[in-house]
């Protein structure tokens, strides 16, 4: 919605779920108050990653947020006295409700939850006024900043608040999950989540979903077919790909977007 292409998304995702576990396994944290925690810090590390690009735009802004995914990633894989390294985080524990162990069908319902929650969130925030501004920033920052609008805050503020949610996501992950290393989190899950986004429709908060959902259910057939494990993976990658051509050619705003270019046309006529 503000323009922002931040492929080292997944960067913040490591840094919540890292930051939850850790809490959970060293201090006893509970699942509740560390999956606020590790958003909380993944959106710091959002201010910290705008502080020296939030003035780059397009391609540039790109590669350094590439860059930073990079760092986190072999952050996550050589401190070991923090982070074990390659050697990972087991027995992350399950979270807590009245005493209840959350798992299977019950996890579900509570990532549903959090998804019920983070949707109306961002709903409301892209339908507000506060909204209107990330969108004219990415319209024309020009002319956003010959309204008065401090176009380097919103920016930070809209990288720290996607920051925030991807650190929830990453508790979620790691608590279900209940062990996590630094494979998890590399450069490939940032371009799985940039695909999403894409397939789903560019600037539409239901595409998004939409785009999660048949990205992750599409290939799950091929789980009946008699190949190796490899050859799953490689042709898992070759349907993302082909999926992303086919829409990329035949609809660029993806299944639910918005075509920017004759939303302009009908702005100016």
């Given at each position: 919605?503000?323009?922002?292409l931040n492929i ?16 959970a396994l060293n ?81 579900l319902i509570l ?159």
């Amino acid at each position: 919605f503000t323009g922002l292409l931040n492929i080292g998304h997944v960067a913040f995702y490591g840094v919540g779920a890292y930051t939850s576990a850790l809490l959970a396994l060293n201090f006893g944290v509970p699942f509740w108050l560390g999956c606020l925690l590790g958003g909380l810090i993944a959106g710091l590390f959002g201010l910290l990653l705008a502080v020296p690009t939030i003035k780059l735009k397009g391609d540039y802004l790109a590669i350094a947020t590439l860059g930073f995914a990079i760092i986190v990633e072999n952050v996550f894989r050589n401190w070991t006295g923090l982070t074990r390294g390659p050697l990972g985080l087991p027995g992350i524990p399950k979270p807590l409700f009245f005493g209840v162990t959350l798992s299977g069908f019950s996890y579900l319902i509570l990532v549903l939850v959090f998804l019920l929650i983070t949707y109306l969130f961002i709903r409301h925030i892209v339908n507000s006024p506060y909204g209107r501004v990330l969108k004219s920033i990415r319209e024309d920052e020009l002319v956003a900043t010959s309204l008065g609008k401090n176009v380097i805050r919103y920016k930070t503020q809209a990288l720290m608040i996607s920051a925030f949610f991807a650190g929830v996501a990453g508790s979620l992950y790691a608590h279900y999950i209940t062990f996590i290393d630094p494979s998890s989190f590399s450069i490939l899950e940032s371009i799985l989540i940039i695909s999403m986004v894409i397939v789903g429709g560019l600037a539409s908060v239901e595409g998004s979903i939409i785009g999660a959902i048949i990205l992750i259910l599409l290939p799950e057939p091929l789980r009946f077919l008699p190949l190796p494990s490899f050859a799953i993976g490689a042709l898992r990658q070759m349907i993302y790909a082909g999926i992303l051509i086919f829409l990329l050619v035949k609809r660029p705003q993806g299944i639910t977007g918005e075509n920017l270019k004759e939303a302009k046309n009908a702005a100016g006529s």
